[in-house]
């Protein structure tokens, strides 16, 4: 159900409330989507459909209100049979309630903090997650995790993805961790603390909101390391990207930045580039430069590629470009 941004809440609520009343009400219900948009629904109307697909044995629930609401109660969606749960509303903070939120389960969980409510503390407790036993796959956003009292320890979880979050200041406890996904949150300089009790890493994905110095260091068998900058702050200068992870095998870049690999031998190099240039205000020439200044960081690898947008990134013709590549080859 959604996203009723122009219909009456009338007629949605009518449309609804039929949907579910016409159902058989003896089949099980697989999975719910319900992102609103429309305020004028009745908070009992809600109650009522996340009360429906959690009797009906749901197994995957999308559910977000996108206009200001009150909070909802974690025990609003306690359920047997969830195993996927996306939350986009505004929860009540856990010292409010008597207990924890039951889903034993519950495998996969997305946490949104609306976007029209970032200016109140949004603040997230580490009880919630502590209290799902079956938990493996986290993604948060627009969250404030740098409370004192906050601890990012989950034994069990191996993908976390945070996205417009602040990051705690302690070290991350996920020794289960295989796959992590930063997006757009504050990185340190050096992230070799971070990651460094990360025992089972085995992919990284860091999107960084500006181009800045960073030193990556990993011992460990990280095998996937994927870079992602923003173009929209390419014009007011380039950072400098250090990685120290011997045990890597594939780098993908979407972006133009300035590299060194402390890695003996890279099976695989991505240069993705495609959508990359809306916007910038750099002449081709320059782009063009800053694109072959990546080579030599990257001249360890086995396999080099480029998507069409990186071949096209300048006026220069795609013959130069290959012979440039190709003369830089021999050279190595």
């Given amino acids: 159900f959604g996203e009723y941004r122009y219909s009456s809440p009338k007629n949605n609520t009518k449309f609804i409330r039929h949907v579910l009343s016409k159902r058989n009400r003896q089949s099980d219900l697989f999975e719910l989507n319900f992102c609103v948009y429309n305020k004028g629904l009745r908070r009992c109307l809600i109650a009522n459909v996340v009360e429906y697909a959690i009797s009906h044995n749901v197994q995957s ?7 200001k609401h009150q909070p909802f109660k974690l025990s609003t969606f306690n ?31 997305f946490l949104k903090y609306p976007d029209f409510d970032l200016t109140k503390g949004n603040q997230i407790s580490d009880s919630w997650f502590t209290c799902l036993p079956s938990l ?30 602040i990051l705690p200041k302690m070290v991350l406890d996920l020794p289960s961790l295989i796959t992590l996904d930063l997006h757009n949150v504050n990185l ?19 999107s960084l909101p500006f181009i800045q110095d960073h030193v990556i260091s990993c011992s460990r068998p990280l095998l996937n390391l994927n870079i992602r900058t923003n ?41 993705r580039l495609q959508g990359w240039f809306q916007g910038l205000q750099s002449s081709k020439e320059e782009i063009y430069h800053r694109l072959t200044n990546m080579f030599p960081g990257l001249g360890n690898a086995k396999t ?19 012979l440039e590549i190709s003369l830089y080859l021999v050279y190595l």
């Fill in 136 to 165: 493996r796959d986290l993604g948060l956003e627009n969250w404030d995790l740098s409370i004192s009292s906050f601890s990012f320890s989950i034994p069990d979880l191996t993908t976390l993805r945070l996205s417009n979050c």
């Fill in 61 to 67: 629930l999308d559910f977000g209100l996108l206009h």
């Fill in 231 to 271: 173009s929209s702050h390419y014009d007011s200068g380039s950072g400098y990207i250090i990685v120290f992870a011997p045990k890597i095998c594939n780098f993908t870049s979407y972006g133009i930045f300035a590299t060194t690999f402390g890695v003996p031998e890279l099976e695989t190099v991505n240069i």
């Fill in 304 to 322: 080099l590629t480029f998507d069409l947008e990186s071949i096209k990134v300048t006026s220069y013709t795609y013959i130069q470009l290959i």
């Fill in 188 to 206: 340190p300089y050096d992230m070799s603390d971070m990651i460094s009790t990360l025992i089972h890493l085995q992919n990284l994905t860091i």
């Fill in 79 to 109: 359920s047997n049979s969830l195993k996927k749960l996306t939350l986009r509303v505004r929860l009540e903070e856990f010292a409010m309630e008597l207990g924890c939120w039951d889903l034993p389960c519950l495998t996969t969980l």
